[in-house]
């Protein structure tokens, strides 16, 4: 069985009631078998690979705690990043390191058998949980966090079901002190969290899957594709991993603010920013913060040498890149947010502007060069990434013009939600809201929802990471 959008808000009251039907000190039990369920809804054999996961972490944090010997800190850290990274490596990347050594291979010797790729199928939500426990292990070794005691308390820690498969990225010190405190149901969490939950789906039902239909149709027919279809699929889909994603996060939040937890938040009009590193500090923000706290300051940061410096920078696109598949389309589209930050960085591109004038430049000049690089991500391989760029430059075709209206509607109500939500999240926007007013909009979204949701079950995007 997999979980799809509507399973879940039927899973998630079921939680929520028996949650509130027991004592304090049963709910992480409750709280962990929903988790496991959650999980193994996937794919039963995988509880395995988390649970080792979680004995690995475990035991690493006790073990730091429990010795002053640096040899013996590095040997335990160095165990538990290798089992961890091993783990990821097996099921993530194993397959394409492989290819690339066939291809190296036939390259030099002329004539070559390949190896055959082994059938290894991705555990969902690995790439989130991994770099969860990691951070708590790094933690504990550069003494920023005490190890956690309590087992079921850590289990419960890598993966509380919300946000267990597609983030947001949670640390320790944020999630651990809610988890262990004595919760009341509060209609206020009950509120807040249905509203996100509501406007998650909406984003990911409405808008993602609804866009989806024509980016798919474009990206399956590239060469026949007019160029004007080609422009708007990317922008299509630049809106549609955004929507996809930031929905996953927001019902995530939602949801696990019906327990009185507060996740971290994981966008922030990402799509408003001015310059490529300001896109960064708003994009997948748990994801960025951690590659800067675990990568780019251990590298030295912007404290070294200007080369040591580029390094860096480099080095965290290229790690993001990889983070997100094993492909080279991804790898290339780490590199090139990279040079583009490090150019933004040496002519000072990314110093805010106080003229309107320059603000809607920087505005144009970021958002198409992130629309032009989602190309990559979303495209099969290099060649068809390539593909895609030709034929926007050649197939000026206005026969081959299909411009569906609706999509663009759909899309430009969510950009004014999108705008009117920046400072302030959907849950907390409505509390100034008249109730009238208020419960318009409800109608609205569920409106859309039972009507224009898209009518395949289309899984999360980032489920794929």
Same mark, same amino acid.
């Given at each position: +069985?997999?979980?799809?959008?509507? %399973?879940?808000?039927?899973?998630?009251? #079921?939680?929520?009631?028996?949650?509130?039907?027991?004592?304090?000190?049963?709910?992480?039990?409750?709280?962990?078998?929903?988790?496991?369920?959650?999980?193994?809804?996937?794919?039963?054999?995988?509880?395995?690979?988390?649970? #080792?996961?979680?004995?690995?972490?475990?035991? @690493?944090?006790?073990?730091?705690?429990?010795?002053?010997?640096?040899?013996?800190?590095?040997?335990?850290?160095?165990?538990?990043?290798?089992?961890?990274?091993?783990?990821?490596?097996?099921?993530?990347?194993?397959?394409?390191?492989? %290819?690339?050594?066939? %291809?190296?291979?036939?390259?030099?010797? /002329?004539?070559?058998?390949?190896?055959?790729?082994?059938?290894?199928?991705?555990?969902?939500?690995?790439?989130?949980?991994?770099?969860?426990? +990691?951070?708590?292990?790094?933690?504990?070794?550069?003494?920023?966090?005490?190890?956690?005691?309590?087992?079921?308390?850590?289990?419960?820690?890598?993966?509380?079901?919300?946000?267990?498969?597609?983030?947001?990225?949670?640390?320790?010190?944020?999630?651990?002190?809610?988890?262990?405190?004595?919760?009341?149901?509060?209609?206020?969490?009950?509120?807040?969290?249905?509203?996100?939950?509501?406007?998650?789906?909406?984003?990911?039902?409405?808008?993602?899957?609804?866009?989806?239909?024509?980016?798919?149709?474009?990206?399956? $027919?590239?060469?026949?594709?007019?160029?004007?279809?080609?422009?708007?699929?990317?922008?299509?889909?630049?809106?549609?991993?955004?929507? $996809?994603?930031?929905?996953?996060?927001?019902?995530?939040? /939602?949801?696990?603010?019906?327990?009185?937890?507060? #996740?971290? %938040?994981?966008?922030?009009?990402?799509?408003?920013?001015?310059?490529?590193?300001?896109?960064?500090?708003?994009?997948?923000?748990?994801?960025?913060?951690?590659?800067?706290?675990?990568?780019?300051?251990?590298?030295?940061?912007?404290? /070294?040498?200007?080369?040591?410096?580029?390094?860096?920078?480099?080095?965290?696109?290229?790690?993001?890149?990889?983070?997100?598949?094993?492909?080279?389309?991804?790898?290339?589209?780490?590199?090139?947010?990279?040079?583009?930050?490090?150019?933004?960085?040496?002519?000072?591109?990314?110093?805010?502007?106080?003229?309107?004038?320059?603000?809607?430049?920087?505005?144009?000049?970021?958002?198409?060069?992130?629309?032009?690089?989602?190309?990559?991500?979303?495209?099969?391989? +290099?060649? @068809?990434?390539?593909?895609?760029?030709?034929?926007?430059?050649?197939?000026?075709?206005?026969?081959?013009?299909?411009?569906?209206?609706?999509?663009?509607?759909?899309?430009?109500?969510?950009?004014?939600?999108?705008?009117?939500?920046?400072?302030?999240?959907?849950?907390?926007?409505? $509390?100034?809201?008249?109730?009238?007013?208020? /419960? @318009?909009?409800?109608?609205?979204?569920?409106?859309?929802?039972?009507?224009?949701?898209?009518?395949?079950?289309?899984?999360?995007?980032?489920?794929?990471?």
């Amino acid at each position: +069985m997999i979980f799809n959008s509507l %399973e879940y808000i039927l899973f998630l009251p #079921l939680v929520f009631i028996v949650f509130y039907l027991f004592r304090h000190k049963f709910r992480v039990f409750i709280l962990l078998a929903a988790s496991y369920y959650f999980y193994i809804s996937w794919n039963p054999v995988f509880i395995i690979l988390i649970l #080792l996961s979680t004995f690995i972490d475990y035991g @690493a944090g006790l073990s730091l705690e429990r010795t002053s010997s640096k040899s013996t800190r590095r040997l335990i850290l160095g165990i538990s990043i290798c089992a961890n990274l091993g783990f990821l490596f097996f099921f993530k990347y194993f397959n394409f390191a492989l %290819e690339n050594v066939n %291809e190296i291979l036939l390259a030099v010797k /002329g004539s070559y058998q390949p190896i055959d790729a082994w059938d290894i199928i991705l555990p969902v939500g690995i790439s989130f949980y991994t770099f969860q426990t +990691m951070s708590y292990t790094i933690d504990v070794y550069n003494g920023k966090i005490k190890a956690e005691k309590n087992l079921s308390y850590f289990a419960l820690y890598v993966c509380f079901f919300p946000q267990l498969v597609a983030g947001p990225i949670e640390r320790y010190n944020n999630l651990m002190p809610q988890l262990k405190e004595k919760t009341q149901l509060v209609i206020q969490n009950i509120s807040h969290g249905g509203r996100l939950i509501l406007y998650g789906l909406f984003m990911k039902m409405v808008i993602a899957d609804n866009l989806g239909v024509f980016v798919d149709s474009v990206y399956g $027919d590239i060469a026949g594709a007019s160029s004007l279809n080609l422009l708007i699929g990317s922008v299509f889909y630049s809106f549609q991993i955004y929507c $996809d994603f930031h929905g996953y996060t927001t019902i995530a939040i /939602g949801s696990a603010k019906l327990f009185n937890v507060n #996740l971290s %938040e994981n966008f922030r009009t990402p799509y408003l920013s001015s310059s490529i590193t300001e896109f960064w500090r708003n994009w997948h923000i748990t994801l960025t913060t951690w590659f800067r706290d675990y990568i780019y300051y251990p590298l030295g940061g912007n404290r /070294g040498t200007l080369l040591k410096w580029m390094l860096a920078i480099l080095s965290v696109f290229i790690v993001s890149g990889l983070w997100h598949g094993a492909k080279w389309t991804f790898i290339f589209w780490g590199v090139f947010h990279a040079l583009f930050v490090l150019f933004e960085k040496i002519v000072r591109w990314d110093k805010p502007s106080t003229k309107v004038f320059w603000k809607g430049v920087k505005w144009g000049v970021t958002f198409t060069l992130v629309t032009a690089l989602w190309v990559f991500f979303r495209s099969p391989d +290099m060649d @068809a990434a390539i593909w895609y760029f030709k034929s926007v430059a050649s197939n000026w075709n206005i026969l081959g013009i299909d411009l569906p209206l609706e999509p663009f509607i759909l899309l430009g109500l969510f950009i004014v939600l999108d705008v009117l939500t920046r400072k302030k999240n959907f849950a907390l926007l409505l $509390d100034n809201v008249p109730s009238m007013a208020r /419960g @318009a909009i409800y109608f609205v979204l569920i409106f859309l929802l039972l009507s224009r949701s898209a009518t395949d079950m289309n899984p999360f995007i980032y489920f794929q990471f």
